[in-house]
Structures are given as C-alpha cells and as structure tokens.
Nanobody, 123 residues
Framework: QVQLVESGGGLVQAGGSLRLSCVASGSIISINAMGWYRQAPGKQRELVAA???????NYADSVKGRFTISRDNAKYTVYLQMNSLKPEDTAVYYC?????????????????WGQGTQVTVSS
C-alpha cells in the first residue's frame, strides 16, 4: 500500500498564489510519474500537470505559464506552484503517483491517489 497525502490548499484571491505538496509513503521501490489532477463541481476530473522520474513535464493548456510542477525524488514528494490564480482554477486537487512497491513474493505495481485538497479562488 502506498499512501499519498496532499497539503497546501486554501482560499486565495484572484491573482494570488498557492503551493501544493504531496508526499508518498509506504514500501516504495520506485515512483514513475507523479501528477496533479483537479475536479470542479459538476465536471470530470482533469489532468493539471504531470512529471516523470526524469523530470519531463506535461501541463494542461489552461495552466501553462502559470503553474509549475516539480518533485523531490529522495523525499517522494511532488509540488505544484500555482501563480496568477483564476476563479476557474477552483476545484479539489488530487495527487496521483504510480510505480513499484514491495510486496510478499517480490514487488507489485501501484497507482495511488490522495484524498484531495480544496483550492478556492475568489474573484
């Protein structure tokens, strides 16, 4: 079992900034991609940004130039720096990670989600 715990959400005015963090814990062998998704009320969950173990990044068009994803592999942590926030960025933000974990008999793949953190941007 690999657990992901997000932090850093909150209420901010439009134009402001927030930094989300997500820490993975458990019997982790390696983590491949880590990413941030968000889900606004009445909408489907969507990819915000993702980063591979090698540092390659991918962003949704709506956040390019405003959000930056980074990770600390030694700490199993991924960050999302969000600048120039807009009311349409309001959503629950979820962390996701996949990789390999120790299990009885060897190892197993995992694909885990955090519990989510609320980001609210007021106009």
């Amino acid at each position: 079992q690999v657990q992901l715990v997000e932090s850093g959400g909150g209420l901010v005015q439009a134009g402001g900034s927030l930094r989300l963090s997500c820490v993975a814990s458990g019997s982790i062998i390696s983590i491949n991609a880590m990413g941030w998704y968000r889900q606004a009320p009445g909408k489907q969950r969507e990819l915000v940004a993702a980063i591979t173990s090698g540092g390659s990044t991918n962003y949704a068009d709506s956040v390019k130039g405003r959000f930056t994803i980074s990770r600390d592999n030694a700490k199993y942590t991924v960050y999302l720096q969000m600048n120039s926030l807009k009311p349409e960025d309001t959503a629950v933000y979820y962390c996701n990670a996949d990789g390999a974990t120790y299990s009885s008999g060897g190892y197993a793949k995992f694909d885990s989600w955090g519990q989510g953190t609320q980001v609210t941007v007021s106009s």
